[in-house]
């Protein structure tokens, strides 16, 4: 079964419990979610919808990341069956309280590296520089041209 399927019959779902899920394109954000839904009273949910078994990019999950850290639930519809149980979750959900966790396709966590510290030649780590330190540093010499 192809995305789009998916997709076809979760928006019909939304249309049908009253809400609607629009079409959500970005010219200056790549990897937003396909969906976003809405149900009264204010009830805004993002959802991505995938062919069976496909993941999420690493990219979508960031910005899944960044939209849950303002409060929105980002949710993933792979299978027809997770259709139901997803509209009946929102539609019980209260804003600002947390939404129901287990909901749709597991989404595997975003992938975080820690970078590692700057060393110098000797393995010592380095201090950062305060720019302050330099104001007088590379200070311009006059012109004797004049």
Do not use: H
Not at 27 to 43: C, H, I, M
Not at 122 to 133: A, K, Q, S
């Amino acid at each position: 079964m192809r995305e789009y399927v998916v997709e076809n019959e979760f928006v019909k779902a939304v249309k049908a419990a009253g809400g609607v899920a629009y079409k959500l394109t970005s010219q200056t954000a790549n990897g937003l979610p396909d969906r976003l839904v809405l149900f009264f009273p204010a009830k805004t949910v993002f959802v991505e919808l995938k062919a069976p078994g496909k993941m999420m990019r690493p990219l979508q999950r960031k910005r899944r990341y960044q939209l849950m850290k303002l409060g929105f639930p980002v949710l993933c519809i792979d299978k027809l069956y997770q259709i139901k149980p997803c509209i009946d979750a929102i539609l019980a959900w209260t804003p600002g309280e947390p939404f129901p966790e287990g909901i749709g396709a597991k989404i595997p966590d975003l992938e975080t590296t820690t970078l590692p510290s700057e060393m110098d030649d000797f393995g010592e780590t380095l201090e950062p520089i305060d720019l302050d330190d330099l104001a007088g540093f590379y200070e311009l010499e006059e012109d004797d041209t004049g």
